[in-house]
């Protein structure tokens, strides 16, 4: 090997780079003439904030992921935790909000108030649909909400304090959400089931559902008008069947959380989720930095590849081992990697990012989406308490490969290296506090307005084609040591 077969080149990270300011039309990022809608994956629905929260403990649990898919983004939750408990968290994300409930919770109208009540601390929802006979088929005989709990004994039957069926208003198959709700409004009711022609239920409209859809107009919504969530799978033991429970709990996109994609395991385990089990859930692979990366995630499968080797701010993989390809250089990479081709695959530019400015920067560099860990981590809805240190509210940040990280995952056995072998490549920190991350999530999708504003860009394609950059000859500071700013 040469020399310049050893020396690939220079790389830029994001302080290295500015937008430069172009002639634009966009008279104002407040306008509505920007629309920044993204795919996260090929198959998955896009999202119209191209900010995802990232799949760290001390990031994403189930309230990030609802915040974040309420205000338009994506949150992919955590895998240091069990299965069951993952899959709990992914279903409390679906269970928020639907535009149509079509499977209510339903149960036999001879059971109990106290099973009733129990159903619904499993389904989170404010109404029981009753049935007789053996199994539910459509057939409906009544409905009770937990007001109708409170008049009888929790060993009462809940035929005995039902809405009974022909009191019940309900409106045709084909009705909107807007026209049910004026029924409701109508029979001062706030449930209304949806009957089809042979009198069978459909689904279920709420009031609830109808304030939640008009309080969260970005909403990032599935087919069914629930909200987006995703998961994170590893490739140790018990993964396939994490990601298969993942599945069957109608996770939207999995990633697939290696620190180096360009390993076998990344072409091993698509396969044996596509084609040996079938899996039609979209999958993100990653991380990959450089352009040979990018390809071997796309040629092993993946529905969409994560972007960053090192820049993340709790990451110490370029200290430790050495490695990483500085940020704004790796999406570069990935996006010349998929060029020519006709359908290419969304890119999340994950790590690095420390101001609002480079969210514009990473996407002008041609990612679709970003990924943001530490600027979540101090914020209500991130997973932790904030704890006092000096007079100061601070919430834990920690690298998902910090040794702290590394003792949860041998309590939790997902790991089958020892503690005496192991060795960090990630940080544990503490984060000022910062109340809720929608304000966060604001700073962040103003920026990148504003970015996309000056760069005359309606659209995150027209970003990829019309953003130019200015290398500034300052001193870089390495990504990961750039102070948080939110
Ligand atoms: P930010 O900068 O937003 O980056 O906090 C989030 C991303 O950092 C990565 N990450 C790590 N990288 N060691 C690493 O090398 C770690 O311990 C670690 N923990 C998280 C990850 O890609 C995340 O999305």
Redesign the pocket.
């Known amino acids: 090997m040469n020399r310049q077969q050893k020396i690939l080149g220079e790389g830029l990270g994001f302080d290295d780079v500015m937008l430069v300011p172009l002639r634009s039309t966009i008279r104002s990022r407040y306008s509505g003439e920007i629309e920044t809608t993204a795919p996260i994956a090929k198959d998955a629905p896009p999202i119209a904030v191209p900010i995802i929260s990232?799949?760290?403990d001390t990031v994403t649990g189930w309230r990030m992921a609802t915040l974040m898919a309420n205000l338009g983004g994506f949150g992919v939750i955590h895998r240091f935790m069990s299965i069951e408990e993952q899959v709990n968290e992914v279903r409390k994300v679906k269970e928020r909000m639907r535009v149509l409930e079509d499977r209510p919770p339903v149960i036999r109208c001879d059971a109990t108030i106290q099973d009733a009540r129990r159903l619904l601390t499993v389904r989170e929802r404010g109404y029981v649909i009753l049935y007789e006979g053996e199994a539910f088929n459509g057939e409906f005989v009544g409905i009770a909400t937990p007001r109708d709990f409170d008049a009888g004994r929790p060993d009462m039957p809940l035929s005995e304090v039902m809405t009974p069926r022909n009191r019940i208003h309900t409106v045709p198959q084909g009705t909107s959400l807007e026209d049910a709700v004026r029924v409701m409004r109508q029979h001062r009711v706030e449930k209304m089931p949806m009957v089809g022609a042979d009198g069978k239920l459909i689904g279920v409209y709420t009031t609830k559902d109808y304030k939640l859809y008009n309080q969260y107009p970005l909403a990032s919504l599935d087919n069914r008008g629930r909200l987006l969530v995703g998961a994170a799978i590893g490739v140790q033991r018990g993964e396939i069947e994490r990601a298969l429970a993942l599945t069957e709990a109608e996770v939207d996109v999995l990633v697939l959380d290696i620190?180096h994609g360009g390993l076998d395991y990344t072409q091993e385990i698509l396969h044996r989720l596509k084609i040996q089990e079938g899996v039609k859930t979209p999958i993100v692979a990653g991380?990959v930095a450089s352009t040979d990366g990018a390809k071997y995630v796309r040629d092993s499968g993946a529905d969409g590849v994560k972007v960053?080797v090192?820049?993340?701010?709790?990451?110490?993989?370029r200290d430790v081992a050495g490695v990483g390809i500085p940020q704004i250089t790796a999406i570069m990479n990935a996006a010349e990697a998929f060029a020519h081709d006709s359908d290419p695959l969304p890119i999340i530019g994950?790590?690095?990012?420390r101001k609002p400015g480079d969210v514009a920067k990473a996407i002008a560099a041609g990612a679709h989406t970003v990924?943001?860990?530490?600027?979540f981590a101090g914020t209500e809805e991130s997973p932790g308490e904030p704890v006092d240190q000096d007079g100061m509210l601070k919430k834990m940040v920690r690298?998902?490969?910090?040794s702290t990280a590394f003792e949860k995952r041998l309590a939790l056995g997902s790991t089958t290296t020892s503690a005496d072998e192991y060795v960090p490549?990630?940080r544990t920190t503490f984060t000022p506090y910062k109340g809720s991350a929608s304000k966060v999530l604001k700073k962040l999708r103003g920026g990148l307005l504003s970015g996309m504003s000056y760069s005359d860009a309606h659209t995150i394609a027209e970003m990829h084609e019309k953003a130019q950059f200015i290398i500034v000859r300052t001193p870089a500071m390495p990504e990961q040591r750039r102070p948080l700013q939110s």
Not at 399 to 402: E, K, Y
């Open positions: 990232a799949n760290m620190a991380n960053g090192g820049p993340g701010y709790v990451c110490e993989t994950d790590g690095g990012i990924m943001v860990g530490s600027l690298g998902m490969a910090s490549e990630g």
